[in-house]
């Protein structure tokens, strides 16, 4: 996940939570959703702002991946990046 390129991110209409597309160095393609942190848990640097959460498994072309968000993220909104 550390050098893999964001393609698209979605975020929820509450701005809670995101999708973002990404692909792999070795252009496999991958949705990870993220979530904001919850009021009261310190935060110690960028990376603990954020939560990590359902991660899919690999599609080999990027239209397989968005056919699969459109099934995961009912919520989409504008892409924002």
């Known amino acids: 996940m550390l050098y893999d390129k964001i393609l698209q991110r979605y975020p929820s209409p509450d701005l809670k939570r995101w999708v973002d597309l990404r692909q792999q160095p ?18 110690y640097g960028a990376q603990t702002n954020t939560l990590s959460g359902l991660r899919s498994g690999t599609y080999m072309s990027l239209s397989a991946a968005e056919s699969e968000l459109q099934n995961m993220a009912p919520w989409l909104s504008a892409k924002s990046i």
């Open 26 to 43: 070795d252009g496999l393609f991958y949705i990870q959703e993220f979530s904001a942190t919850p009021a009261g848990v310190p935060e």
